[in-house]
């Protein structure tokens, strides 16, 4: 059983950074996700870093979010630049082994994007 913690959101305007955080235990994986959810919404996969570094975003986030983790500590990292109104959500992580998410997941970390 995966243990996942994350934290690093907060309220910040449009246009603004956040660097969010995600620290996992408990299990083997080759790949970490960021995943949000906004209210209303079914949870969307937005970024993935792979343990050998390779990266994905989703086009929505494509240019201004860049993952990014430390193997010696389990932990990964989500850089949010140039936040927008709409990427207001709860994040979560994940991780992977060979392509499956485990069916864990943590409290999450709010970030609201303000006009």
């Known amino acids: 059983q995966v243990h996942l913690v994350e934290s690093g959101g907060g309220l910040v305007q449009a246009g603004g950074s956040l660097r969010l955080s995600c620290t996992a235990s408990g299990g083997i994986f080759n790949a970490m996700g960021w995943f949000r959810q906004a209210p209303g919404k079914q949870r969307e996969l937005v970024a993935r870093i792979t343990s050998s570094g390779d990266t994905n975003y989703s086009d929505s986030v494509k240019g201004r979010f860049t993952a990014s983790r430390d193997s010696a500590k389990n932990t990964g990292y989500l850089q949010m630049n140039s936040l927008k109104l709409e990427d207001t959500a709860g994040y979560y992580c994940?991780?992977?082994?060979?392509?499956?998410?485990?069916?864990?997941w943590g409290r999450g970390t709010q970030v609201i994007v303000s006009s």
């Open positions: 994940n991780v992977a082994l060979h392509g499956s998410w485990y069916n864990s």
